[in-house]
């Protein structure tokens, strides 16, 4: 786990990365992949929030998984279904 904070445009943002557990998920070619679950959370000083999740295969060294959302109800996701290497 580590935390960092940094200022631009007058505000100041907090964020927590941590690997948060091991997860079995599906990946390319319908396969289960073991993934490292890596969560962002970010916190401004106005109020505002967000986080991220990357789903990291270290045997493949990609991530086959992405989720994002915010406070203000933004969400997305982005999913792997080919490795081209």
């Known amino acids: 786990k580590i935390e960092a ?9 907090t964020y927590t ?4 557990r091991t997860e079995k998920r599906t990946g390319p070619g ?9 969560e ?5 000083d106005r109020g505002g929030r967000s986080m991220s999740r990357w789903w990291i295969s270290p045997a ?6 992405y989720d994002f959302s915010d406070g203000a109800g ?3 996701r ?5 490795v081209t290497r």
């Open 5 to 13: 904070r940094y200022s631009a445009g007058g505000g100041t943002w």
């Open 17 to 20: 990365l941590a690997v948060v």
């Open 30 to 38: 319908d396969k289960q992949i073991d993934t490292f679950l890596v």
């Open 40 to 44: 962002m959370n970010e916190h401004g």
């Open 60 to 65: 493949d060294r990609f991530a086959i998984r």
């Open 74 to 76: 933004k969400a997305n």
């Open 78 to 82: 982005a999913v792997v279904t080919t």
